[in-house]
Structure formats: C-alpha cells, structure tokens
C-alpha cells in the first residue's frame, strides 16, 4: 500500500467540509465505472458533521444508486443515544431522501450477537458480489479512531485483530465497557478507499504514532488498516495534526 495522503484542516466544520468533497468525488468516480456504490460509515462523534453536510443541497448525489453499511455498532437499541445508527439517522438519512433500503443497519441490539454478526455477513454477501474465498470489497469506507489507536470496534490488544475468517464479529471493549458488532480488518482492508476522520489534541500523540511510526502495530489498530489494493486518507485537523510537522492547507 502507498503511504497515506494525509490532509490538515483548521477545524472540524473545514475537516468535515474537505472530507464531504473528497466523499462525493470518489462517489462520483465509483458511480462512472460501476454505476452503484457500495461505502461502510462508522459512528462515534467525528463524522457526524461531515453526515450531515453530505444530506445538504452542497453535496447532492444521487442516492438511490448508494448504499450504505455500518463499520460497526454498539450492542444497544437502535434508538439508543449510543446507537451509531441513531447518528446517522439524526445527521444524515432524515435529512435526505435515501432509500431506507439502501441503509444496511447491524442488528446489534439482538440478544445472540454470534448470530447478528452472521446475519450482517449474510447481508454483505447479498449485495457484494463476492466470489468464494473473498473478501467483500468496498468501495468506500470512513473510518473514526480513537485516542488508543482503535478503529471501527477493534481494540488494541483484541484477539479480534487476528480474525482471518469472519467478516463481522461481535467484540467487547473492557476500557468502554461496550459489546459491539464490527466488520473485521481483513474486510477494511479489502476496499478500495480508506477515508480516516481525526480531531482534536487528545489524538494527536496517537495520530504521530500511527504516521509516523515504525509501521503496523497491534497496539495501535489503526495503523493495521493498509488496503492491499486500496488507498488511505487522513482527514485531520490542526489539534490533532500537533505531532506531523504539517500546517493546514
Ligand atoms: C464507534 C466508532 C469508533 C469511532 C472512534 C472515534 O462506534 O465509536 O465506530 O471506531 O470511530 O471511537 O470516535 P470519535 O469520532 O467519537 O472520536
């Protein structure tokens, strides 16, 4: 994989504006040469903003060709204030006229995660056409981390990270105190676009570590994400960018 573009904006409402743009043209690429889009969004709180500029009239695309997975999910109601699916109903789908059919939500909150995490593969395969002994291949992924260098519900140290079979997992945080369903690191490693979202200075340290270090690093998932075929771009702001050397552009 080349190393990754990394881009430093002055705050989270430019970060969140570059990373709509750079969504809608990789879209908009994707939709010239296949005619469909098939992205995975994760939750938490950095991305919402950049959801809900992509529900405005400044980045219109034409949804019913999109579909969106989630990258994971808290093992809660969807209707839950943890919920990610909340999130991006809140900021994102009830603002636009997507196709509900078109959101593949992870039915974490099912008492037998074992079995919703079967059932989320069993929803990627039916959309993705994926030949025997693949991995689903998306196009498009967007991906938070967190200040310990997790991404999407891998955490450091999760025997989760050596999954080289499953392409969902349930997954249980002990820092958070969280299960989650997650896809797995073969599957975001499969796609095409990588599109990371960090803000603010509590990531920072960690963010110099992921760039800047000697390379993969188990402690740090997010420095696992390295599509073979497939290319990563930060999307970060000033605070967070504290440990590269780089002046927002
Ligand atoms: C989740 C996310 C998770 C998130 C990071 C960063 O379920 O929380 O998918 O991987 O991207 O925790 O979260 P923030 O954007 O809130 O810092």
Not at 107 to 113: F, H, I, K, T, V
Request: proline share 7%.
């Amino acid at each position: 994989m080349a190393q990754p573009d990394v881009h430093v904006l002055s705050n989270l409402e430019e970060l969140s504006r570059a990373t709509a743009s750079f969504f809608r043209a990789q879209a908009e690429r994707t939709l010239e040469a296949e005619g469909i889009v098939f992205a995975a969004l994760s939750g938490g709180s950095t991305p919402r903003r950049m959801y809900e500029l992509l529900a405005s009239a400044d980045f219109r695309l034409p949804w019913e060709k999109i579909h969106f997975f989630q990258v994971d999910e808290r093992c809660v109601p969807p209707d839950s204030p943890q919920s990610n699916y909340r999130m991006v109903r809140e900021a994102f789908l009830s603002r636009t006229a997507f196709p509900e059919a078109n959101f593949h939500r992870m039915q974490a909150e099912l008492g037998d995660r074992e079995a919703a995490a079967n059932a989320y593969a069993d929803e990627l395969s039916r959309w993705l056409r994926v030949s025997p002994g693949e991995w689903p291949r998306l196009d498009l992924i967007c991906l938070g981390m967190g200040p310990d260098g997790h991404t999407a519900s891998l955490f450091p140290g999760s025997s989760a990270l050596e999954e080289r079979k499953r392409w969902v997992l349930p997954n249980f945080s002990e820092r958070l105190n969280s299960h989650r369903l997650t896809l797995t690191l073969p599957v975001l490693n499969a796609a095409s676009e990588i599109i990371f979202l960090a803000a603010g200075a509590d990531k920072a340290e960690t963010l110099a570590a992921v760039l800047k270090g000697p390379g993969a690093d188990e402690r740090l998932p997010a420095s696992l994400v390295r599509p073979a075929r497939g290319r990563v771009t930060w999307f970060v702001d000033e605070a967070a960018a504290r440990g590269l050397g780089q002046k927002p552009h």
